[in-house]
């Protein structure tokens, strides 16, 4: 199994989870005389395997991503750390040019003028930068995720 397929399974997995939890709770309850639409307890032993799989299938991830190298990306972990990373910093960067432009505020006439605190033309800048970096380490992600085995639990493809 490639690393893309665990993780589409890890995500269904996690889906499943959230749904049977969901089921749980609304049939843990019901009035007296009446039968709940599902067996609750059923569904505690479903959402177990489910959990179990789950448990194993991060596990799996988590070991293979320490193990892949991307080359001067260094690990599958340090390629999804700087991703991680890069995906806050653009977020603060466009966050604080909008800030700064002004975007999303009302100005009347009789109002005292706003000035920037920040530069916004070189903000912007430097956000594109940073999506650009992050569109090419994300492509390396996706296409290590589609050439490389999913580790066992003994290490092994």
Known sequence: MKIAEALTERADAQRRVEQLRSRIAANARYQEGEEPAEDAAALLVEVGEVLTRLRTL?????RTNARVDLGP???MTDALATRDVLRLR?????SAADAAAGQGTRHLRSELRHLSALPVADLRRQADEVARTLRTLDGRIQQANWTHDLLDRAGRE
């Not at 991060?58 to 988590?62: G, K, L």
């Not at 653009?90 to 466009?94: D, F, I, M, N, Q």
């Open 73 to 75: 990306d260094g690990t």
């Open 90 to 94: 653009h977020a603060v960067l466009t």
């Open 58 to 62: 991060i596990a799996q991830v988590n």
